[in-house]
């Protein structure tokens, strides 16, 4: 396979990238290389993020924005520039448009629940519908189904066609003018599908509808600009982006921001409180209540540093090529079916397969033997495993730090299966 390497076009130095990942010199099972692929699931950390963290414990702990002392003047300065850092990166207009979370599935479950508190015109009732799709991570269809059921509304939903793709050819029937909000995932977080975000985003302006983007797949693997994607809610998470667990992003625009409610009361998201009534602070501030994720914000800042110095284009283009030459090494497995595009077009870092009748568990676990970590089970997709007929799926997925001797690995490995299973 020397020579197929060789081709490959738009790879990054990642001899180089990788001594930045502690985690990967890593041995298991009687000293076998770890050969990470679960990018998907949660990136690994560069030690530029583990000194962040480590630093601000060590120097800067304290709580932010109330302390007059100098290390809590420190803390709100680094969590605060971890704000400017992300409005940036994703080329928000404001830095107040960023509001901290605990992850993705808290920003979506926000944007629900303040929808289904807001005022007209926002209000979800119902008379009114809510829009996704059957590609979904269950995070992005749980929190609207709970606001169905709450208000009333109707939940409708896009379907999926045999190739892995959104079937829009009754787009006009989905989105309708009853439609409140639009919400679907920019890059499916089991088949890697990339979605037409413009077509979507057309037809829900023409009825007047919200739009809300998961963008939990995407903003680590290639450029997110909210302005361009022209949706009125964009989430995403740190963990995947090389930054800590425990920290989310929700984007949302300004006069969205000011006009809706906030879903949690407390501490930091109040301007004046009386035991009769409170008024709230403006946003990012009302939609941050208590203690926020200090440290975990470092560590996001410090991870989108890392990211911007390298180039979202550059990682973009390193894994295109990866996923290319995946696709292409795949496909030559006996037994093996991709589920969802089987091109490289159109389609992110993520490749899930079944092996003819071997499970997925069982897959996972041989692999696993040999050093190589994939994902198994419906990646909190259940809806796309039905859709498909199939139980659960094998998932590899790649990174920055992703290279051709890992793909090949995980196809020597995937022999080894078939053979272990006669």
């Not at 590609?135 to 992005?140: A, I």
């Not at 284009?313 to 390193?318: D, T």
């Not at 071997?358 to 994902?375: F, K, M, S, T, Y």
Request: proline residues 5%.
């Amino acid at each position: 396979m020397t020579d197929a390497r060789q081709g490959l076009s738009g790879l990054l130095d990642t001899e180089a990238i990788r001594k930045d990942f502690p985690i990967l010199g890593r041995t298991v099972h009687d000293g076998k290389k770890i050969v990470y692929l679960d990018s998907a699931a949660t990136s690994q950390k560069p030690r530029q993020v583990l000194d962040a963290l480590n630093e601000y414990y060590e120097r800067h702990n304290a709580n932010v924005h109330r302390g007059v002392y100098t290390i809590a003047e420190e803390a709100t300065a680094l969590y605060e520039g971890a704000r400017d850092k992300v409005a940036a990166f994703i080329n928000a207009p404001s830095r107040n448009e960023v509001i901290f979370t605990k992850n993705a599935s808290e920003s979506l479950n926000l944007v629900a629940n303040m929808l289904g508190w807001a005022d007209e015109p926002y209000r979800v009732d119902s008379d009114t519908e809510i829009v996704t799709t059957e590609m979904e991570h269950h995070s992005n269809i749980v929190p609207w189904q709970l606001l169905s059921q709450r208000t009333g509304a109707k939940l409708k939903w896009f379907g999926i066609t045999d190739d892995g793709r959104l079937d829009l050819s009754n787009i006009d029937e989905i989105i309708t003018e009853k439609t409140k909000i639009v919400t679907f995932t920019l890059v499916s977080n089991i088949m890697g599908t990339i979605n037409p975000v413009e077509q979507i985003i057309r037809r829900a302006q023409q009825v007047g509808a919200l739009v809300c983007i998961d963008a939990s797949q995407a903003a680590p693997h290639m450029v997110l600009d909210v302005q361009a994607l022209q949706a009125d809610f964009v989430a995403f998470t740190g963990h995947k982006m090389v930054g800590p667990t425990g920290i989310g992003v929700l984007w949302g625009r300004q006069e969205l921001l000011e006009d809706l409610p906030p879903f949690l009361g407390g501490g930091e998201m109040i301007e004046t409180v009386s035991m009769h009534s409170s008024t709230y602070a403006p946003a990012p501030y009302k939609f941050e209540a208590g203690t926020p994720p200090i440290a975990q914000a470092v560590g996001l800042g410090a991870a989108v540093d890392y990211l911007s110095a390298i180039g979202m284009e550059n990682i973009h283009r390193h894994e295109q090529a990866i996923t290319e030459y995946a696709v292409k090494r795949l496909l030559e497995v006996p037994d093996l079916r991709i589920i969802g595009p089987s091109t490289a077009v159109d389609r992110g870092a993520t490749i899930s397969f079944t092996l003819g009748d071997i499970h997925p568990h069982d897959v996972g676990q041989v692999l696993d033997e040999q050093g190589i970590a994939v994902r198994v089970g419906h990646h909190c997709a259940r809806p796309v495993c039905l859709r498909y007929g199939i139980p659960a799926t094998t998932r590899a997925s790649f990174y920055l730090y992703s290279t051709p001797a890992e793909v090949d690995a995980l196809v020597d490995g995937l022999e080894h299966v078939r053979n272990f299973f006669g």
